[in-house]
Nanobody
Framework: QVRLVESGGGLVQPGGSLRLSCAISGSIFRFNAVGWYRQAPGNQRELVAMIFPTGPSKYGDDVKGRATITGDTESNTVDLTMNSLKAEDTAVYYC????????????WGQGTQVTVSS
């Protein structure tokens, strides 16, 4: 059973930065995509950032230039760093992973709340 456990959310002031971490049970090499989505109240879940075994990472339009996603193959973690935070970044942030091969099963973490407010 795959488990994704997020950490690092909380209250951040506008203009500040955050670092979210996703701990993945098992090897990160099991997946062909690992990343972060977010969902604000009343909005659809949207892509924040995604990392792949090869090729460039992908970022949502709203966070380009402000977000960086990194993967650690030794600790099987995927981190998201964001800076210049705005109130519009307030959302629940979810870790996501898609399995290689088979039916490409998708997995989600339980989510971590990020609130940007003064």
């Amino acid at each position: 059973q795959v488990r994704l456990v997020e950490s690092g959310g909380g209250l951040v002031q506008p203009g500040g930065s955050l670092r979210l971490s996703c701990a993945i049970s098992g090897s990160i090499f099991r997946f062909n995509a690992v990343g972060w989505y977010r969902q604000a109240p009343g909005n659809q879940r949207e892509l924040v950032a995604m990392i792949f075994p090869t090729g460039p990472s992908k970022y949502g339009d709203d966070v380009k230039g402000r977000a960086t996603i990194t993967g650690d193959t030794e600790s099987n973690t995927v981190d998201l760093t964001m800076n210049s935070l705005k109130a519009e970044d307030t959302a629940v942030y979810y870790c996501y992973a898609r399995e290689q091969g088979g039916d490409g099963s998708e997995y989600w973490g339980q989510g971590t709340q990020v609130t940007v407010s003064s």
